[in-house]
């Protein structure tokens, strides 16, 4: 999110926004903190766990600034085969943002990824409408926990998250909002749902309205990606090959002259195999679907993943959901729509909207968490404009 209030935009780039400032931000992970601090160097980084941070700290941190707003999300990680202890921890992180707001008493917060605590231990050893135990009911759903949850319970999830958040202290309570946001419809090429609840103090009279979509024609991943060049197993090519083709594209390249992260691992035989073989728009089904007609061997038929894996894009459509395993043929569909191979992280980062020359830390999977973990920046531009006009508006 801080990329939408550190950035705006200016014709085909985007520049600082000197009218936010930033009082310090948190972060646990190094890499990530260390992608941060590259990218946004006059903020200051608190590389430590958030419950490591006591009150006295944070309010050394804000100095005598009274705060405007507080944003922040859960952790990202999956949580389909996590144990007690860590949906316990998930919970923690859920009351320690209370705290800092507690603690900070801002005129308003952001909370984003609520998909990442609707797996909070907390929240499901709670009973339904029929006497159920909702976590247990849910475990017998399905061997994850985040889809049926979001599926049977979200409504009932929302309003108990909403509950929390409206009184943070007898003295202290919040004016609480809800929206879904899917980022295609605000110029990123990714159909990609966030879910975010505002609030806002209750001694504010004015209402927040959220961002109303772009009326713009979706982007399509061709027309987000399409300039970048053609890339083999083993390559890491460093230049570009070509110019812009489109709007986009020079938004997101920017001034930039050199291309980083655009490489591409080695795949045995059996990848290769199915990646040649599966069509844009097809996966791990229409593969086994070539084995079962004898047109493929035997040995290549595909007895693990979802569905869906092993999947094509669509050049005409919007991305689905970019994730931590984009450069994984394996994974959901994240095979470039007309290379065989799956997408590079610079690429990832183009479908998440991220410009070229914004800089990520680490090794191959930090790089792509980082991406894949991320709000879209254009989608967070459109928050971040329409929350300066509210603060401006009080």
């Not at 097809?282 to 038929?301: A, H, M, P, S, T």
């Amino acid at each position: 999110m801080t990329f939408g209030f550190y950035y705006k935009k200016k014709g085909f780039s985007f520049v600082r926004n000197n009218q936010n400032h930033f009082l310090f931000a948190n972060e646990f992970d190094k890499n990530a903190a260390q992608a941060f601090s590259d990218n946004y160097p006059d903020i200051h980084m608190v590389n430590r766990d958030v419950r490591e941070l006591n009150s006295e700290e944070i309010l050394q941190l804000i100095g005598d600034n009274l705060v405007d707003l507080i944003i922040g999300g859960p952790p990202c990680q999956s949580y389909s085969t996590a144990g007690k202890r860590l949906y316990d921890e998930k919970a923690q992180m859920f009351k320690e943002y209370l705290r800092i707001i507690k603690v900070t008493r801002p005129k308003m917060f952001l909370f984003e990824n609520v998909r990442g605590i609707l797996s909070m231990r907390e929240i499901f050893y709670k009973k339904d409408e029929n006497g159920n135990i909702l976590y247990e009911k849910i475990k017998k759903k399905s061997r994850t926990v985040n889809q049926p949850i979001v599926d049977h319970y979200g409504d009932l999830i929302i309003n108990k998250i909403k509950k929390h958040f409206s009184k943070v202290d007898k003295d202290l309570k919040y004016k609480i909002s809800c929206k879904t946001l899917n980022a295609s419809a605000f110029g990123v090429p990714e159909n990609r749902e966030r879910v975010f609840i505002v609030g806002v103090r209750s001694d504010i009279e004015q209402d927040w309205v959220y961002p109303e979509p772009l009326d713009a024609t979706p982007i399509s991943v061709s027309q987000a990606i399409s300039d970048l060049p053609l890339l083999n197993e083993g390559e890491n090519i460093q230049n570009y090959t070509q110019n812009p083709c489109n709007d986009y594209q020079r938004l997101m390249r920017g001034s930039n002259n050199t291309l980083t992260q655009h490489y591409c691992g080695i795949y045995g035989e059996k990848i290769r195999t199915v990646i040649e073989n599966v069509a844009q728009g097809q996966g791990k089904n229409d593969f086994n679907k070539l084995v079962d007609e004898g047109k493929i061997d035997e040995k290549y038929r595909l007895t693990s993943g979802y569905g869906n894996t092993y999947g094509r894009l669509i050049e005409s459509s919007p991305s689905p959901t970019i994730t931590n395993n984009l450069s994984t043929p394996s994974s959901l569909r994240c095979i470039h729509y007309n290379q065989n191979r799956a997408l590079s992280p610079r690429e990832g980062a183009r479908i998440q909207s991220f410009p070229d020359w914004f800089k990520f830390f680490g090794g191959k999977d930090d790089v792509t968490m980082q991406i894949g973990n991320a709000v879209p920046p254009l989608l967070a531009l459109e928050m971040s404009k329409q929350i300066e006009k509210f603060l401006k508006g009080i």
